[in-house]
């Protein structure tokens, strides 16, 4: 996918026009869950609704954290506007988060979060920005059975999950494989192995990338992000680890990562290329 675009939220004092609750599409099932184990991430795939009600929902982890990429395809998902998104996992609180839109290679609407944490609301209140992380239990998974996405002008809809409490088990599991082999990734064994190498990070975020209205508010930005490092030196996927509340820029950051990071690639043992991680940290202040 191509990203095209990014949006970020708004700060306190913004208007959204939201529909009630009651007012939901409520889409069901259309296909079981399609569990999938990448050399980079593991997935949760599943499809929902039929004709122009039909969406696909993608959910990623690529390591032991419990911080999910979202994708969301579909046309209830076509031109969103805006700079929030609204999602509500279950009988969780709301989470208030920016988003990025693209197609899918059929030409399909998408919506895409990086760094996802189900149970901790992302943005409250502009000043609330200490909150504790809230811990996703495998009590707390199991509750989450539904899927609600509103805001952005869009029509909201509630995705009836099911009982999730086994895919969250499958992609932690996973998860755990993952980060495993990919932190051993280019460790020194060898003389041929080595870890990934960036090539000119100086040149892969600048200062437009701030948001004008975070700048204009003179809210300064630190996030930390893992980068997945593919065998052709290009970023695979993002996955942000840290990051200050309210978390208004971690979509960007990701955005402009993969489409700007490059390295040398990690090499095995063998001088082979692999794939491997590489964590990377960016703080925006005010002068």
Not at 109 to 128: C, H, M, N, S, Y
Not at 153 to 179: D, H, S, T, V, Y
Not at 189 to 206: K, S, V, Y
Not at 264 to 280: D, I, R, W
Request: aromatic share 10%; glycine share 8%; proline share 6%.
């Amino acid at each position: 996918m191509q990203f095209q675009r990014f949006w970020a939220a708004y700060l306190v004092g913004l208007v959204f026009l939201v529909a009630p609750l009651n007012a939901q599409d409520k889409i069901e099932p259309s296909s079981d869950w399609r569990l999938r184990e990448y050399e980079d991430k593991c997935r949760l795939i599943r499809n929902f609704g039929e004709g122009d009600q039909a969406v696909t929902l993608w959910l990623d982890q690529g390591g032991a954290q419990k911080a999910y990429n979202l994708t969301l395809i579909g046309k209830p998902f076509a031109y969103p506007f805006g700079r929030a998104i609204r999602i509500k996992p279950g009988d969780e609180e709301e989470i208030l988060r920016s988003f990025i839109t693209s197609k899918s290679s059929k030409g399909r609407p998408v919506i895409k979060l990086f760094g996802l944490t189900l149970v901790q609301p992302q943005l409250e209140r502009a000043l609330e920005l200490d909150r504790p992380v809230a811990e996703l239990t495998a009590e707390r998974a199991s509750a989450i059975d539904s899927l609600s996405i509103s805001g952005a002008g869009l029509k909201p809809i509630r995705l009836n999950l099911g009982a999730m409490g086994a895919q969250f088990g499958f992609l932690q599991e996973c998860g755990e494989r993952i980060q495993a082999l990919l932190s051993e990734a280019g460790r020194t064994l060898t003389g041929e192995a080595r870890p990934p190498e960036a090539i000119r990070p100086d040149r892969w975020l600048f200062t437009k990338d701030w948001p004008s209205y975070l700048r204009a508010a003179r809210m300064e930005g630190k996030i930390s992000v893992r980068l997945t490092v593919g065998k052709n030196g290009r970023a695979t996927d993002c996955a942000v680890i840290d990051s200050n509340k309210p978390q208004l820029f971690d979509d960007p950051v990701c955005f402009n990562l993969l489409r700007r990071a490059r390295f040398k690639p990690a090499l095995n043992g063998s001088g082979e290329p692999v794939v491997s991680y590489f964590f990377h940290k960016a703080v925006f202040y005010i002068k």
